[in-house]
């Protein structure tokens, strides 16, 4: 029988595999915190509290960090990256307004989702609303090209998620739908965040190309542990409970392995508990020892360990600088969350 990896942070923290990115970025990055707050205010009272509520709650922004650092490492120096690091926030910042709502979730990072304080409509409506700055940042950079980008992030991205309200509650999704969800739901803005570097520096495409690797590879790696954790993490680590995943009936590739690898009795009880919505209080602790039994948290640490894999290659087109050395901790740290 197969144990469940414990997913607990190590002694000095997993964010030390970020030191070096912070460093990196930390002049620029003071610049994009300062430009997004200036773009949140509005004359609606409403939309710069629910957005502020959210993007002042302590979440790392590794994504535009990525845009910042890209976009170094190929040598650029202008302000262009500022602006599109604030737009890539922005874009991140709607959708887990939007995925909240539809996912009906209460929490976000730690504290009340802006759903249970301001109500569904808002939160969408707000998400609209830093779609809308994001699109108009992209638009003073003057690149058509980093815009073609990120628009077409924007649609892969809700492409995302209508796929992953298609396979949610549903046992029968296979993993290579789980992973396009994935692609298409976290990657891309992860992918896109990181090909718009090397474009506004004019690079060649097989560097844009490259960049664009790494970062969908990393931001799947990224989904694969944080659905890992969801059975195993800790709370304040995780910024909600242990087990949501599970509660809210969602699909993640744990659940997939175990149930493909389950017995007829074991398949029933996911059915049971995520189609039909009747888990009870006790489920949870058996959905854990069923995963557990299959190895599907090993395993799925073992996919996301193949991606970041996959990204480290990535960048072999680089030279070997402290940008692209500083990018290389970034893969540890995705995945060094898992122990």
Same mark, same amino acid.
């Given at each position: 029988?197969?144990?469940?990896? #414990?997913?607990?942070?190590? #002694?000095?923290?997993?964010?030390?595999?970020?030191?070096?990115?912070?460093? /990196?970025?930390?002049?620029?990055?003071?610049?994009?915190? @300062?430009?997004?707050?200036?773009?949140?205010?509005?004359?609606?009272?409403?939309? #710069? +509290?629910?957005?502020?509520?959210?993007?002042?709650?302590?979440?790392?922004?590794?994504? #535009?960090? !990525?845009?910042?650092?890209?976009?170094?490492?190929?040598?650029?120096?202008?302000?262009? =990256?500022?602006? !599109?690091?604030?737009?890539?926030?922005?874009?991140?910042?709607?959708?887990?307004?939007?995925?909240?709502?539809?996912?009906?979730?209460?929490?976000?990072?730690?504290?009340?989702?802006?759903?249970? /304080?301001?109500?569904?409509?808002?939160?969408?409506?707000?998400?609209?609303?830093?779609?809308?700055?994001?699109?108009?940042?992209?638009? +003073?950079?003057?690149?058509?090209? @980093?815009?073609?980008?990120?628009?077409?992030?924007?649609?892969? $991205?809700? +492409?995302?998620?209508?796929?992953?309200?298609?396979?949610?509650?549903?046992?029968?999704?296979?993993?290579?739908? *789980?992973?396009?969800?994935?692609?298409?739901?976290?990657?891309? %803005?992860?992918?896109?965040?990181?090909?718009?570097?090397?474009? $506004?520096?004019?690079?060649?495409?097989?560097?844009?190309?490259?960049?664009?690797?790494?970062?969908?590879?990393?931001?799947?790696?990224?989904?694969?542990?944080? =659905?890992?954790?969801?059975?195993?993490?800790? +709370?304040?680590?995780?910024?909600?409970?242990?087990?949501?995943?599970?509660?809210?009936?969602?699909?993640?590739?744990?659940?997939? /392995?175990? *149930?493909?690898?389950?017995?007829?009795?074991? &398949? !029933?009880?996911?059915?049971?508990?995520?189609?039909?919505?009747?888990?009870?209080?006790? =489920?949870?602790?058996?959905? $854990?020892?069923?995963?557990?039994?299959?190895?599907?948290?090993?395993?799925?640490?073992? &996919?996301? &360990?193949? *991606?970041?894999?996959?990204?480290? =290659?990535?960048?072999? !087109?680089?030279?070997?600088?402290?940008?692209?050395?500083?990018? %290389?901790?970034? $893969?540890?740290?995705?995945?060094? &969350?898992?122990?």
């Amino acid at each position: 029988m197969g144990v469940v990896v #414990p997913l607990e942070e190590r #002694p000095g923290g997993t964010d030390a595999g970020l030191a070096p990115l912070l460093k /990196l970025v930390a002049p620029a990055m003071e610049r994009v915190n @300062a430009f997004i707050l200036s773009r949140t205010g509005s004359e609606v009272v409403m939309i #710069p +509290e629910v957005a502020n509520h959210l993007i002042s709650s302590g979440g790392k922004r590794l994504r #535009p960090m !990525l845009t910042l650092a890209t976009s170094a490492l190929c040598g650029y120096s202008g302000d262009g =990256d500022v602006k !599109l690091a604030a737009a890539v926030e922005f874009m991140h910042t709607a959708t887990l307004l939007h995925d909240d709502v539809v996912d009906g979730s209460e929490m976000r990072r730690g504290k009340l989702a802006a759903r249970m /304080l301001w109500g569904n409509e808002a939160s969408v409506l707000v998400g609209d609303f830093l779609l809308g700055q994001a699109f108009k940042m992209m638009v +003073e950079v003057g690149s058509l090209e @980093a815009l073609r980008i990120l628009s077409e992030a924007a649609a892969v $991205i809700a +492409e995302g998620e209508v796929m992953q309200l298609a396979a949610a509650k549903n046992t029968a999704t296979t993993e290579d739908e *789980y992973l396009a969800v994935v692609r298409g739901k976290t990657a891309e %803005l992860f992918a896109a965040a990181c090909e718009v570097g090397p474009v $506004i520096a004019g690079r060649p495409r097989a560097e844009q190309a490259a960049a664009r690797s790494y970062g969908m590879n990393l931001g799947i790696a990224f989904q694969l542990v944080d =659905d890992a954790l969801d059975y195993g993490g800790r +709370e304040a680590k995780l910024g909600k409970k242990v087990g949501d995943d599970f509660r809210e009936g969602k699909i993640t590739l744990p659940v997939v /392995l175990a *149930y493909r690898r389950g017995s007829a009795e074991e &398949r !029933l009880f996911w059915k049971r508990t995520l189609e039909d919505g009747d888990a009870q209080d006790a =489920d949870l602790a058996e959905a $854990i020892r069923l995963l557990g039994k299959h190895g599907a948290i090993e395993d799925t640490l073992a &996919r996301a &360990r193949h *991606y970041g894999a996959m990204a480290r =290659d990535a960048l072999a !087109l680089f030279e070997d600088r402290s940008e692209a050395r500083a990018l %290389l901790d970034v $893969i540890g740290f995705v995945t060094a &969350r898992a122990h």
